[in-house]
């Protein structure tokens, strides 16, 4: 018997040598792609190893994965059975009904991208036309920038396809001189690199189209699970290293996203980058230091590009990467995303977005102003420091009713199958539940009822359901953590509505973004005090608006002008500054207002 | 005893073990600079160790030689001795007299560099200013570009110089950033590459003036002496090490020059380079196969700006890498950089500009239109392939009159001393006298003559002195040698002049440039076929005239943009395919015209 530990939904499963791990992850719920029904002919089965022994490589397998995934760990579930007695495999992200990276319900815009690509007969050498290789190309391409690379490239390319090429150029600058079969090729890729999770949208830059995604953990998250822990540890010695972290989590989605859509690197040209201002400046390789102090002035606040070979991404070293503008020390990019993707700046009467995360931004629009603010909300609605919480994946329960009697009346988890765990949205409806039916009082503590027992450390815990995993259960402590985090968010909406001397009911809009996606009961969040009480249908789940942002940066280099001026407009709200901040959250933990 | 071989003059010494290099060079005539009279409180005496042993270093030198310059193999002459059976020894190409190196008779003009410094103190962050310290640095050098590596400086600088920095831009991009102490020091070189040497000029960018230069050979001798071999060298496979070669060489000059000078290679902002099209594409790294046929089509022939990094060489990265645009396939930069310091293009009435070399250009301004040629003319009047030629340093033959019977009636050599060769201005001398005499007639064969005997090839060989490294001697073979250049040389100008229906009377200026410096006797060159016969007052002798093209695009970036200009108004006249040539060339290498 092997323990199988599989991430990143954070499960032990108990798997004899005999059985698949298909097999295996099925039996407790989790499920992985699988259109054959594990006879190894679609391929689409896919998980990596981590730590451990597996069954050797069969032949199936080395039919249907390419080298390089096989390379990096990537095994057919179907196939493989574990050989020693730890195993700790990754499901991947993308498969099955992986939430956060699920379409939004906004749109990008029409194609327009930094990178164009021309394939182009030129006039070859002749009696009488001695002129360069390089004026024949600027015959073709007028005015085009060629830096040193392109430069070596253009004579060599000419000479071996009867001067015909295909050009790619970044704006002006020509970044690619290739044989003319090359053409219609071109991708880009749509960075958000989170706190705690880095995902990659890629793109075909010539249709506009997403193509793919893939997500991983951030690298960085051995360096501090949070914002203000990474910033210390950023010493002077210590950047490059977290540099490189960040770099090879985006390195990382990349090359899995080559190797399943059999990509060259060469042919990513452009990658857009979203995150909060620590994630900008770290990626970036800056100084944080002035992120964790007053007057929290950030090193660089502009739209930055800079080459893929300055970053040392896998990808065209003469590609660009652009950076976003963050709006302030504490309020990245990410949220300028979301102000852009939601279109929130042009809205006519007080709307608001917030960005739900481990970090939550907010904005608000009033009178063509935009002013925006954030709170340390912590990653419990992400399903982090839950003791069974679990992201948003295959086996999570996702939706939870309880009766007037406290007892859990229905729940469902994501594909269908068993729980396992516990997602942000099941966390919501569980919480909002407990309360509405008196388990959890007003103050948050856990009254005395039936499924409530004492846990081994002696606080209260109670029993939500038991799955192939084990006991589901919800502590004492995970509803403080909540509360906290609730608390944090409500504070800092109020408070920036307040500012601006607008009432609830003033919102015509309220955009919600972040990792819930569209999964959240509105009423149960409004229980909790999680988002304002407005009218239903003023209330819009975006999902991953700062993948959006980035995605419309990516495939229209206009909107990049567009966020610069639009981060011109947004004045920041220091919360942190606010003599209120400390009364307003202590009187927002409680659950008051819950009817 | 130890044979001491003497580069680049290429005698060799007999030194015994108890003499210094300095007494045995002073003994045959090789000055080398020394203000102490051997004393070695100077430090002025340094040659360079190529191969074999010599003493160690002693007290006196560990002083006086900075460590780079002793780990580079220099020495003080004044202090070392031989210490192996054969030793190699390279003295300084900057010594005493080398003409290559003396200063132009052409100026360069006023000071207007690429490369512009300011020192600024910016406003540091406080509560209500937390603008970026990006933004800090914009609101001082409005419109900047800012690329990654000062990105990356910026913060840490700013915040541990209080807010102030010594800020360096190249054009609008900002290259440096340094503490407010780095005031003041810019440096840049100007390069001509030579087909055989590598000459760099050193300058303070901010005053504008020059302040050292050094001279190597161009390693890329070794894949062949010249242009047509080592573009056939260039195949794709070796192309990156012919490149090397050239990069190295601008290295080797630049890290003498940074020892003397005690500056630091990041200081290096900026550099021009100007070459023949072969060289051009070489250091590039361009491929010259273009350069070697029909139509004779350049990869390049544009101005191209890189970055330092781009070539690896050794200077500030992220500072420039200037090349004016070549000409033409067999027309290059120094060529551009000749017409150009010459200010020929202004001129009125016609004017020719010749550059005597290993390739000679010939440039004619007639109604305003510019039109060049060039001609594979030989090292000879360099000093190469001539049985006792030099290079124009100390021990040089640098004036010679033959009386009218043949016999040498007046010797000069560079320096004073005894004659160990004879350099350029002295054969053409030389020649012209043997000619007049009679010793050389008009099909240039050597005649019976007291001072003519058979040499060891049983050839004739004119017996002109003797000095301490033995006879000089000129041979039939130099004879036919030097009749081959002027030749070339001379069918050149002729047909450029006829083409354009120009006498030689018509002319009103013609500058010459190129090794001979300013040293040649006018009526000699005439004499002997090798300039046009018109009077002394229209010849301006002009030296290392593409050097000072070179000089001028490096402290004017203005003076690039009019090169450009320039070259656009340029017309290539193709001497190869010129029917008339070889019947003019036959018809040149005669001296039928002395009297």
Same mark, same amino acid.
């Not at 698949?20 to 054959?36: H, K, Q, S, Y």
């Not at 000419?158 to 001189?177: H, K, M, Q």
């Not at 051995?222 to 972290?245: F, K, M, N, Q």
């Not at 390789?285 to 300055?310: F, I, K």
């Given at each position: 018997?092997?323990?199988?530990?599989?991430?990143?939904?954070?499960?032990?499963?108990?798997?004899?040598?005999?059985?698949?791990?298909?097999?295996?992850?099925?039996?407790?719920?989790?499920?992985?792609?699988?259109?054959?029904?594990?006879?190894?002919?679609?391929?689409?089965?896919?998980?990596?190893?981590?730590?451990?022994?597996?069954?050797?490589?069969?032949?199936?397998?080395?039919?249907?994965?390419?080298?390089?995934?096989?390379?990096?760990?990537?095994?057919?579930?179907?196939?493989?059975?574990?050989?020693?007695?730890?195993?700790?495999?990754?499901?991947?992200?993308?498969?099955?009904?992986?939430?956060?990276?699920?379409?939004?319900?906004?749109?990008?815009?029409?194609?327009?991208?930094?990178?164009?690509?021309?394939?182009?007969?030129?006039?070859?050498?002749?009696?009488?036309?001695?002129?360069?290789?390089?004026?024949?190309?600027?015959?073709?391409?007028?005015?085009?920038?060629?830096?040193?690379?392109?430069?070596?490239?253009?004579?060599?390319?000419?000479?071996?396809?009867?001067?015909?090429?295909?050009?790619?150029?970044?704006?002006?600058?020509?970044?690619?001189?290739?044989?003319?079969?090359?053409?219609?090729?071109?991708?880009?890729?749509?960075?958000?690199?989170?706190?705690?999770?880095?995902?990659?949208?890629?793109?075909?830059?010539?249709?506009?189209?997403?193509?793919?995604?893939?997500?991983?953990?951030?690298?960085?998250?051995?360096?501090?699970?949070?914002?203000?822990?990474?910033?210390?540890?950023?010493?002077?010695?210590?950047?490059?290293?977290?540099?490189?972290?960040?770099?090879?989590?985006?390195?990382?989605?990349?090359?899995?996203?080559?190797?399943?859509?059999?990509?060259?690197?060469?042919?990513?040209?452009?990658?857009?980058?979203?995150?909060?201002?620590?994630?900008?400046?770290?990626?970036?390789?800056?100084?944080?230091?002035?992120?964790?102090?007053?007057?929290?002035?950030?090193?660089?606040?502009?739209?930055?590009?800079?080459?893929?070979?300055?970053?040392?991404?896998?990808?065209?070293?003469?590609?660009?990467?652009?950076?976003?503008?963050?709006?302030?020390?504490? #309020?990245?990019?990410?949220? @300028? $995303?979301?102000? *852009?993707?939601?279109?929130?700046? %042009?809205?006519?009467?007080? &709307? /608001?977005? +917030?960005?739900?995360?481990?970090?939550?931004?907010?904005?608000?629009?009033?009178?063509?102003?935009?002013?925006?603010?954030?709170?340390?909300?912590?990653?419990?609605?992400?399903?982090?420091?839950?003791?069974?919480?679990?992201?948003?994946?295959?086996?999570?329960?996702?939706?939870?009713?309880?009766?007037?009697?406290?007892?859990?009346?229905?729940?469902?988890?994501?594909?269908?199958?068993?729980?396992?765990?516990?997602?942000?949205?099941?966390?919501?409806?569980?919480?909002?539940?407990?309360?509405?039916?008196?388990?959890?009082?007003?103050?948050?503590?856990?009254?005395?009822?039936?499924?409530?027992?004492?846990?081994?450390?002696?606080?209260?815990?109670?029993?939500?359901?038991?799955?192939?995993?084990?006991?589901?259960?919800?502590?004492?402590?995970? #509803?403080?953590?909540?509360? @906290? $985090?609730?608390? *944090?968010?409500?504070?800092?909406? %109020?408070?920036?509505?307040? &500012? /601006?001397? +607008?009432?609830?009911?003033?919102?015509?809009?309220?955009?919600?973004?972040?990792?819930?996606?569209?999964?959240?009961?509105?009423?149960?969040?409004?229980?909790?005090?999680?988002?304002?009480?407005?009218?239903?249908?003023?209330?819009?789940?975006?999902?991953?608006?700062?993948?959006?942002?980035?995605?419309?940066?990516?495939?229209?280099?206009?909107?990049?002008?567009?966020?610069?001026?639009?981060?011109?407009?947004?004045?920041?709200?220091?919360?942190?500054?606010?003599?209120?901040?400390?009364?307003?959250?202590?009187?927002?933990?409680?659950?008051?207002?819950?009817?």
């Amino acid at each position: 018997m092997t323990q199988v530990f599989v991430e990143p939904i954070g499960v032990t499963v108990e798997v004899p040598e005999s059985e698949t791990l298909m097999d295996a992850l099925a039996r407790v719920g989790i499920d992985v792609p699988n259109v054959c029904a594990g006879r190894g002919t679609c391929g689409k089965c896919l998980i990596r190893l981590g730590a451990g022994e597996l069954t050797p490589p069969t032949e199936v397998e080395l039919r249907k994965v390419p080298e390089k995934l096989r390379d990096a760990g990537w095994r057919l579930a179907c196939q493989a059975r574990p050989a020693s007695s730890r195993v700790s495999v990754e499901v991947r992200e993308t498969s099955g009904r992986r939430r956060i990276l699920t379409t939004s319900r906004l749109h990008h815009g029409r194609p327009h991208p930094a990178v164009t690509r021309v394939t182009a007969a030129l006039d070859p050498p002749a009696l009488g036309d001695a002129r360069s290789d390089l004026e024949r190309v600027q015959a073709v391409l007028h005015g085009v920038e060629v830096p040193y690379q392109a430069l070596l490239e253009i004579p060599d390319v000419l000479r071996e396809n009867g001067w015909r090429a295909t050009f790619t150029r970044y704006g002006r600058r020509l970044i690619d001189v290739e044989t003319p079969e090359a053409a219609g090729v071109a991708y880009g890729a749509a960075v958000d690199i989170g706190t705690s999770k880095i995902i990659a949208y890629l793109f075909d830059l010539v249709r506009g189209e997403q193509i793919d995604a893939e997500a991983v953990e951030n690298p960085q998250m051995r360096y501090g699970e949070d914002v203000v822990s990474r910033i210390a540890r950023a010493t002077p010695e210590a950047r490059p290293e977290l540099a490189a972290a960040a770099r090879a989590g985006i390195n990382q989605c990349l090359g899995v996203l080559y190797a399943r859509q059999g990509i060259a690197p060469r042919h990513l040209y452009d990658v857009t980058v979203v995150g909060n201002t620590a994630m900008h400046h770290l990626a970036l390789g800056l100084p944080a230091q002035g992120l964790g102090a007053a007057p929290y002035a950030p090193a660089a606040a502009e739209a930055v590009t800079v080459r893929g070979a300055d970053l040392g991404l896998d990808m065209n070293p003469e590609g660009g990467v652009h950076f976003p503008p963050p709006i302030a020390g504490f #309020v990245g990019s990410d949220a @300028l $995303a979301v102000i *852009a993707a939601t279109r929130l700046a %042009s809205k006519r009467r007080p &709307s /608001l977005a +917030i960005d739900i995360g481990t970090n939550t931004e907010i904005a608000l629009v009033h009178d063509g102003r935009v002013t925006v603010t954030s709170c340390a909300s912590g990653p419990a609605f992400e399903g982090y420091q839950i003791t069974h919480g679990m992201k948003a994946v295959a086996g999570a329960i996702e939706k939870v009713r309880i009766d007037h009697e406290g007892r859990p009346a229905h729940l469902a988890t994501i594909g269908g199958g068993q729980p396992i765990g516990i997602c942000g949205s099941g966390v919501v409806d569980l919480l909002a539940g407990l309360v509405r039916s008196g388990v959890v009082d007003p103050s948050g503590r856990m009254v005395s009822h039936p499924l409530v027992r004492k846990g081994e450390n002696g606080s209260s815990e109670y029993v939500l359901t038991s799955g192939p995993v084990g006991e589901i259960v919800f502590t004492q402590h995970d #509803v403080r953590n909540l509360q @906290l $985090a609730k608390g *944090a968010i409500a504070t800092g909406w %109020s408070l920036l509505l307040q &500012s /601006l001397g +607008i009432g609830v009911d003033d919102l015509c809009r309220v955009y919600v973004a972040g990792a819930f996606g569209n999964y959240l009961d509105l009423a149960n969040a409004q229980a909790i005090d999680l988002l304002p009480p407005v009218p239903r249908e003023r209330v819009v789940f975006v999902g991953n608006a700062a993948g959006v942002g980035a995605q419309m940066a990516l495939i229209d280099v206009r909107a990049r002008r567009r966020m610069a001026r639009l981060r011109a407009r947004i004045t920041f709200l220091e919360l942190a500054g606010n003599s209120d901040f400390q009364d307003a959250f202590a009187a927002r933990l409680g659950f008051r207002d819950v009817g």
